[in-house]
């Protein structure tokens, strides 16, 4: 079964950038079999989609609030998705998961099959 590991959070002060990565955490399997999506959750809120990056990278999809500061990757060959993420605010302060499925990029989180534990993104001064 895929296992993906998030990695690159922390504490940032507004305006900061931090780079998220999603890597399967087992050898054998491969991320280019699977879009993957990016979702966050803050205390007290639902989860949201953040973004999403097809299969093959050639269709990427993303939330509002974030469209023109966070930029979703993917490298295959490494077997990584990347998020990168700029002039953060505060109220990027969240836990962000990476989730995968097989078939298309979404922001709901109900199409996803696998995910990841999270990593906590603080923005605060």
């Known amino acids: 079964q895929l296992q993906l590991v998030e990695s690159g959070g922390g504490l940032v002060q507004p305006g900061g950038s931090l780079r998220l990565s999603c890597a399967a955490s087992?050898?054998?399997?491969?991320?280019?079999?699977?879009?993957i999506g990016w979702f966050r959750q803050a205390p007290g809120k639902e989860r949201e989609g953040v973004s999403c990056?097809?299969?093959?990278?050639?269709?990427?999809a993303y939330a509002d609030s974030v469209k023109g500061r966070f930029t979703i990757s993917r490298d295959n060959a490494k077997n990584t998705v990347y998020l990168q993420m700029n002039s953060l605010k505060p109220e990027d302060t969240a836990v962000y998961y990476c989730?995968?499925?097989?078939?298309?990029?979404?922001?709901?989180?109900?199409?996803?099959?696998?995910w990841g534990q999270g990593t906590q993104v603080t923005v605060s001064s």
């Open positions: 087992a050898s054998g399997f491969t991320l280019d079999y699977y879009a």
């Open positions: 989730a995968a499925n097989r078939f298309y990029c979404g922001l709901t989180s109900g199409g996803y099959d696998y």
């Open positions: 990056i097809s299969r093959r990278g050639g269709s990427t």
